[in-house]
């Protein structure tokens, strides 16, 4: 055949894609996995089986002939899931960008209007693809009509024609409809006739060929319930038969040249996958634009744009030409041995993107080459830009350039526009903003355990890479920016997250000295405290078991000692902390296992964990502080995470006294009192809230002396514990179960105490109400500081998803205004210790607190400028107080 046309069936693939694919949504919450799925598919056919002609045909809301004949044609059915009946539209608008033609009539279903034009397009000699999950289509197969079937959700098609019917079914596609009118279809609920099944309904057929034909013969079938059932159900039979054939002469119109295959809307088309964040398939877009449009994009890292930098003049013209342009893109590597030694390897860097310039230092001098950069660097009329600066920043210390003005970071930018993506990779940026794949870093030195440093990598790919990468960095800058204005969040990117890159840097460039002695002393100490747990689990339980093994431990407790299983995973018997908890009382072996693997963990992850890490240079452990994977704008940290040194046992906390001042320093520790409470007031405007912190008095007394209606003088230490949890609980939504889990009391009581917290603190709960409201109109909520946390979970029909969503709307603004806080005061000190030439330096920060490592005789001043920048960071209607205390250890500091 010489034409072929492609004709989707919309209904039933939108349905298969949305049921295989897991639920994906944009950051504003708008379903997108149904949208995926089929246009991956869409664009999979087009590609494989190149038609002429394509159309999709969709069903309409409006009744058809089946339902006006039989009222209870489909009858039953589900409605469609709200997250996929959000998807239809959107996905028109995608076809329409596609330039595909959408096939829809009132009064007949998509199958009709299939049907109709596959038998026009046979008789003018044009081969028909019709692509369905619905198996009612295979009795409009032929010769030149065939059906690609989905399988395995959307990944897979299955080729039919007559002949693979006949195969498959034993009946020809003309009888594939007599079979569905004597079995029915439950689906459509096409009665058929009862009792009828799929293997008595093909030996019927195989016997008189159509319905018609045994009606008239029902004389000869020779089982006599078969033949009462049959001759009881006539009429049925014969109508579910008319509502399961497929009209293939709908009174339309038919003209081809609608549905000739046409370019796509490509601006359009590129546009709406920007929206629905379907990254991945701008590439195949862009590619299939070039080709067809002869559009010619500039090849990133163009050999042609690349500047090879191999002597003292070229450096200097390169230079002077960032000098007059006022801005320079920049990309390092280093050595990769030791954060303060490491020398750069090779540079790329840019003014606006069009010219890369690449610089070997081995081809230098270091002198000759660290003077001219340090002027630049230093110059603070020069505009850096960069991808992940702070790692620029370190890669300078060592020949002490310090980066005068950082002007822009994509990495942070884009984190601040999106905070819960899982990565701000620079390819992943180039993909969803440019639609080009770039360089992949991992593809030059590979992943895992034979991983090289980029540095090592061949120079010619180091060369493309760095090149590739700043021209990215350029072009990305300008459409983040662009956002970030668009949001109104500049205030936030620019006096906050942009700062705080340096003082990171500085922060993670110092470190924080730890006694190596003391490390190992506790690994000796810890080891034996293992050894004679493991020894007393042995004991207990009459066999030597590998007491780490979840399999092995659920064997010994609830098969050995009979102990009752609470619940149980695909492996075998759970044994997590949940459980063991619950069995905490029903036998002396499990508190040992509990203490043994809390103090297992102590040694593996912190003991042995930082004798590792110890710098060999500096004695100090230099932790990695990360701006852009909390989705609230809380920093963590890694290698070590210092946010998750356990304090709840007292064996935790002595890990703190191994982090020691340098000598003739010491530690001064200032943590935020009640941060998270005190933004809540300020934000609910609760007047309780607010007078017990203008008085100055423990919030958490006083919240039990209104919970628990006693004079304050009156409450117990039990009675303020349950009032801590509450006031806690409140700041993360807890719920009445939850709260009940944390006290181990009656979730009557729990629900008892949240309603009498409410009613002491009406505002509070106005404000958790209103939140969440917000939330679901905006699809974000935003902290004081106007930081957006996008909250699609809020649209979401699943109770849990729900209701998690809801949680994370009355608790973001809370802990992400106490996370803009503290940032506020880092830059704060950090700017004042620098601008006048203190000693002291801002090392650590973990949750609510800061630490600075100070010269003995700074103290005094160090400490007032410290209180002062944390409590003036931001202005409330309740005052912000820091805590502070000195010690030459972090535990005695806390």
């Not at 000796?524 to 050894?531: A, G, P, Q, R």
Request: proline content about 3%; charged content about 30%.
């Amino acid at each position: 055949m010489e034409k072929r046309i492609v004709i989707i069936d919309g209904n039933s693939l939108i349905n298969r894609a949305f049921y295989a694919l897991p639920p994906l949504t944009n950051k504003e919450g708008q379903h997108t996995n149904a949208i995926y799925g089929f246009v991956t598919m869409l664009l999979k056919v087009m590609e494989d089986y190149a038609p002429d002609y394509i159309g999709v045909a969709f069903d309409k809301k409006a009744p058809t002939f089946r339902h006006k004949e039989y009222t209870e044609y489909k009858a039953g059915r589900k409605g469609m899931p709200p997250e996929l009946a959000e998807q239809l539209e959107p996905l028109k608008q995608v076809l329409d960008a596609l330039n595909i033609y959408r096939i829809e009539l009132e009064g007949f279903e998509a199958d009709d209007l299939i049907g109709t034009l596959a038998k026009h397009c046979e008789a003018q000699g044009i081969e028909s693809l019709i692509v369905t999950g619905d198996r009612d289509a295979l009795q409009l197969t032929s010769d030149t009509t065939k059906v690609l079937f989905t399988k395995k959700g959307i990944s897979q098609l299955e080729i039919y024609d007559a002949k693979k019917v006949m195969e498959d079914y034993e009946v020809t596609p003309t009888q594939f409809i007599d079979l569905k009118g004597l079995m029915g279809d439950k689906s459509d609920n096409i009665p058929g006739v009862p009792g009828v099944g799929e293997k008595t309904a093909i030996k019927l057929l195989k016997q008189f060929e159509t319905i018609e034909n045994m009606i008239q013969n029902t004389s000869e079938i020779a089982a006599d319930k078969l033949r009462q059932k049959i001759e009881e159900n006539i009429e049925m039979a014969v109508l579910s038969k008319r509502l399961a054939t497929i009209v293939t002469n709908v009174p339309v119109e038919m003209d081809l040249d609608i549905l000739r295959k046409k370019e796509f809307d490509y601006e359009r088309l590129i546009e709406l996958f920007r929206m629905y964040e379907f990254n991945s398939l701008i590439p195949r877009i862009k590619k299939n634009m070039e080709q067809t449009q002869e559009i010619s994009t500039a090849n990133l890292g163009n050999r042609e744009n690349i500047v090879a930098i191999k002597d003292t003049d070229a450096l200097k013209k390169a230079l002077e030409e960032i000098r007059e342009q006022g801005q320079m893109v920049l990309k390092t590597i280093t050595e990769e041995n030791n954060i303060v030694t490491d020398r750069i390897v090779a540079l790329a860097m840019t003014t606006t993107g069009e010219i890369q310039y690449y610089i070997e230092f081995k081809d230098f001098k270091e002198s000759d080459i660290i003077s001219p950069l340090k002027d630049i660097l230093e110059d603070e009329h020069i505009r850096i830009i960069g991808h992940d600066l702070k790692k620029e920043i370190i890669h300078f210390y060592p020949y002490e350039i310090h980066i005068a003005n950082l002007y822009f970071d994509t990495m942070v930018g884009e984190y601040l526009l999106n905070p819960a993506k899982s990565s701000y990779l620079l390819k992943d940026l180039a993909l969803e903003y440019l639609g080009e794949e770039i360089i992949d870093e991992e593809k030059i030195v590979g992943k895992g355990k034979n991983q090289l440093s980029l540095w090592a990598a061949p120079e010619n790919e180091v060369k493309a890479l760095l090149c590739n990468h700043v021209k990215v960095i350029a072009e990305l800058a300008k459409y983040i920016q662009e956002k970030i204005e668009d949001q109104g969040i500049h205030k936030l990117y620019y006096e906050v997250e942009l700062p705080l890159v340096e003082v990171l840097a500085s922060m993670e460039f110092l470190g924080i000295k730890v006694d190596r002695n003391m490390l190992l002393a506790l690994e000796v100490e810890f080891k034996e405290i293992i050894d004679k747990l493991t020894s007393e689990i042995y004991s207990l339980a009459g066999i030597s078991f590998n007491i780490n093994s979840p399999k092995q431990l659920g064997e010994v407790l609830f098969e050995k000692l009979g102990l009752p299983p609470t619940k149980k995973t695909k492996t075998g018997y759970s044994t997590n902390a949940d459980v063991l908890e619950k069995l905490q009382d029903q036998h002396e072996i499990i508190p040992k296992i509990s203490e043994y693997r809390q103090v297992t963990k102590l040694k593996t992850t912190y003991v042995d964990g930082l004798l590792s890490i110890i710098n060999p240079v500096t004695n100090r452990i230099h932790s990695s502080f990360n701006q852009t994977v909390t989705a609230t704008g809380r920093i963590s940290s890694t290698e070590p995470n210092l946010q998750n040194i356990p304090v709840r046992l007292e064996m935790g906390r002595r890990l703190r006294k191994v982090f020691i001042s340098k000598e003739g320093h010491e530690f001064i520790d200032a943590d935020y009192s009640q941060i998270e409470l005190r933004v809540l007031a300020h934000i609910a405007k609760d007047d309780n809230l607010i007078d017990a912190f203008i008085k100055n008095q423990d919030i958490h007394t006083r919240t039990a002396s209104e919970i628990f209606e006693v004079p304050m003088e009156e409450v117990t230490s039990l009675m303020r514990g349950d009032a801590k949890a509450v006031n806690f609980g409140i700041v993360y939504g807890i719920s009445d179960f939850g709260l009940s889990q944390n006290l181990n009391i009656p979730v009557s009581k729990a629900k008892k105490y949240i309603e009498s917290y409410f009613e002491k603190y009406p505002s509070i709960k106005e404000y958790m109400h209103n939140i969440v409201e917000e939330g679901k109109e905006k699809g974000y909520v935003v902290t004081l500081l106007n930081r957006r946390r996008y909250l699609p979970e809020l649209k979401s029909s699943n109770f849990n998803i729900r209701s998690f969503g809801e949680r994370i709307a009355m608790n973001t603004p809370i802990q992400g205004s106490a996370a803009d806080i503290i940032k506020i005061a880092m830059i704060a000190v950090y700017n004042r210790l620098k601008a006048e030439n203190y000693d002291a330096k801002l090392i650590l920060q973990v949750h609510d607190e800061l630490i600075i490592e100070c010269p003995e005789n700074e103290i005094e001043e160090v400490s007032k400028i410290l209180k002062e920048s944390m409590e003036n960071a931001i202005e409330m209607v309740v005052p912000l107080k820091v805590d502070l205390s000195y010690a030459n250890n972090w535990y005695d500091a806390k």
